[in-house]
Every structure is written in structure tokens, then in C-alpha cells.
């Protein structure tokens, strides 16, 4: 029980956190966006409705069940992040911790008819072929909306949502923090390119792949990613962690 508890208190505060710094990095949108992991015991946190990322605190973060909805959703809960979160949770064994953001960058490339990211720079190539897609969007994420997304995830951890923005899942809130970043870094550079009008500079298949495989075995990068950010945190806003 106690190592429990000693987990439940890291992962509030590392979700804390990356709340703060998409803060920061003017990646939320609002009030809306959400964030969640998997506790192994038939629940998951969510950060709560209508509390600002720029203020969140370890300690606001919200239990769910896992297996069925709450009874009755309180005014913390948002029922779309119920119904997206619950869906993934319960639907994709991969889904230890999930991020989903409106995120400008990302947002945008969701909006085009092909919302793809193509092996650009070195950030792309990091997610070549590593993308699901989904364009059948049909609304705020209720009911079937939240199903149909975790089945299109499949086996990966990225997921363009059309019309929509972003959603990753992952291990670990460091290692969603950091493909969102990078994600988000790898689109606003994209799109920038494109606004050039210039032809773009595409990496070959063979360039592509051994790039993202060199990225999927860098050693501790998302770790000492999320820690840094911790560490600037502890040093400035040490609010986060209460």
C-alpha cells in the first residue's frame, strides 16, 4: 500500500508539471485539453474541470473508475475527458498515461486534408510511420466518438486527430510530455516550411526509419526531460507540487 500511495504521489505531481509547462509553452487551450494515467488498481487521475493550468496542483487531480463511468459526473469531471480517457484506459493496453492537447501547431496540421507529418527534420522523423490517423471526426468525443479513437490508435502511441488536434499515450508521463513536445515542434516547423512556398527537403524511407529508431533508444531523454522541467519548476513555481 505504501508504495502505492509513493507512486500515486509522483505521477500527480509529474502530471502537474507538464500541465504547468504546456502552460508555459502556450500549448493549452483554456480550460479544455486533458491528461490522465492508469494507477494499476481498476482507477485513473484526471486533471479536474475548469481548473487552469497554470495553476493546477498535484493534490487537484481527480480518481475515476476505470471499468464503468462514475454514477454521476460531478462538476470536476468533463465528460468528454471522461468519455476519451475512460475509452482508452479500458480499450488500449498501451495506455498507461495519455495527453490529448489543441495545440496550435498540431491543431493546424489536424486541420488539413492530409494531416500527415512528413520526414522533414530530424523531430518528423522521430514519429515516421509512427502516426495513426484519425479523419472520421463526428463531434465532442462522446459515446462512439471516444471508441472510434481508441481503435484507430492501435499499437501506436501518437494519434492526429483531424479537426481536432493531438493525443498521445505512453508509459509514462514523462514520455508523453516529450512526444508532445516534440510533436508540436515537428509540426510548427512543417507547417512553416510550407509557408515558404519552397519544395520541401524529404528524408528517404531508409533516413526516416533509422532517425525515429535512433530517437525510440536515445538513453533517458524523456526522463531527464521531464526532470529538468521539474527542477526549473522547484525553482520557480513551486505551487505545482502541493
Not at 42 to 65: C, E, K, M, Q
Request: net charge negative; aromatic share 8%.
Amino acid at each position: 500500500m505504501k508504495d502505492i500511495e509513493v507512486e500515486e504521489t509522483t505521477v500527480r505531481i509529474d502530471l502537474a508539471a507538464a500541465l504547468r509547462w504546456f502552460d508555459r509553452l502556450r500549448m493549452n487551450e483554456g480550460i479544455a485539453n486533458h491528461v490522465s494515467h492508469d494507477m494499476g488498481d481498476g482507477t485513473f487521475l484526471l486533471n479536474p474541470y475548469g481548473v487552469h493550468w497554470s495553476v493546477i496542483r498535484a493534490s487537484d487531480f481527480v480518481r475515476l473508475p476505470i471499468g464503468t463511468e462514475p454514477n454521476s459526473i460531478g462538476e470536476d469531471i468533463d465528460p468528454t475527458a471522461w468519455a476519451i480517457h475512460g475509452a482508452l484506459h479500458r480499450n488500449v493496453r498501451h495506455a498507461r498515461c495519455v495527453m490529448h492537447l489543441h495545440s496550435r501547431a498540431a491543431t493546424a496540421l489536424s486541420s488539413l486534408a492530409d494531416p500527415s507529418l512528413p520526414p522533414v527534420d530530424q523531430n518528423a522523423m522521430r514519429f515516421y510511420d509512427r502516426v495513426a490517423i484519425d479523419i472520421g471526426f463526428d463531434g465532442m468525443g462522446l459515446g462512439d466518438e471516444a471508441m472510434r479513437i481508441a481503435g484507430t490508435l492501435g499499437e501506436k502511441r501518437i494519434l492526429m486527430m483531424a479537426q481536432h488536434g493531438v493525443l498521445v499515450v505512453g508509459d509514462s508521463v514523462a514520455q508523453c510530455l516529450d512526444d508532445l513536445y516534440y510533436f508540436e515542434k515537428a509540426a510548427d516547423t512543417y507547417l512553416f516550411a510550407l509557408a515558404t512556398g519552397r519544395p520541401l527537403n524529404m528524408a528517404t524511407a531508409d533516413v526516416a526509419e533509422k532517425t525515429a529508431r535512433q530517437w525510440e533508444n536515445y538513453p533517458g531523454f524523456a526522463t531527464r526531460h521531464l526532470a529538468a522541467i521539474r527542477h526549473v519548476l522547484n525553482i520557480e513555481d513551486t505551487g505545482y507540487a502541493a
